[in-house]
């Protein structure tokens, strides 16, 4: 078991930053690979980017490819987000995911294994 809180949403204007923190407590952390996640305003839950346990590969969508970084420290059972020039579409609430498995695909929310609560990122124009 593993227990997942995000922190570091809020309001920002286009063109700005936010770093997301995403806490883990419970089973070591670095078992598990994790997943950022984002639910725009009465859209489906998407992918946004993954990292593995050790943190040396990373994968993202396309469309924050260039602008956000996802991180691990697993001595802080922490993974972070990093979101720079942050635009209008990029409102939504984010949530980080943890799986177990190596083997599926990490932007298919089915595939994890614990949620956190989300973040309510805004960004006005």
């Known amino acids: 078991q593993v227990q997942l809180v995000e922190s570091g949403g809020g309001l920002v204007q286009a063109g700005g930053s936010l770093r997301l923190s995403c806490a883990a407590s419970?089973?070591?952390?670095?078992?598990?690979?994790v997943g950022w996640f984002r639910q725009p305003p009465g859209k489906e839950r998407e992918f946004v980017a993954a990292?593995?346990?050790?943190?040396?590969?990373?994968s993202y969508a396309d469309f924050v490819k260039g602008r956000f970084t996802i991180s691990r420290d697993n001595a802080k059972n922490t993974v972070y987000l990093q979101m720079n020039n942050l635009q209008p579409e990029d409102t939504a609430v984010y949530y980080c995911?943890?799986?177990?498995?190596?083997?599926?695909?990490?932007?298919?929310?089915?595939?994890?294994?614990?949620w956190g609560q989300g973040t309510q990122v805004t960004v006005s124009s």
């Open positions: 995911a943890a799986k177990l498995s190596l083997l599926l695909d990490s932007v298919v929310p089915g595939h994890y294994d614990y």
């Open positions: 419970g089973r070591p952390f670095s078992s598990y690979r």
């Open positions: 990292i593995s346990r050790s943190g040396g590969s990373t």
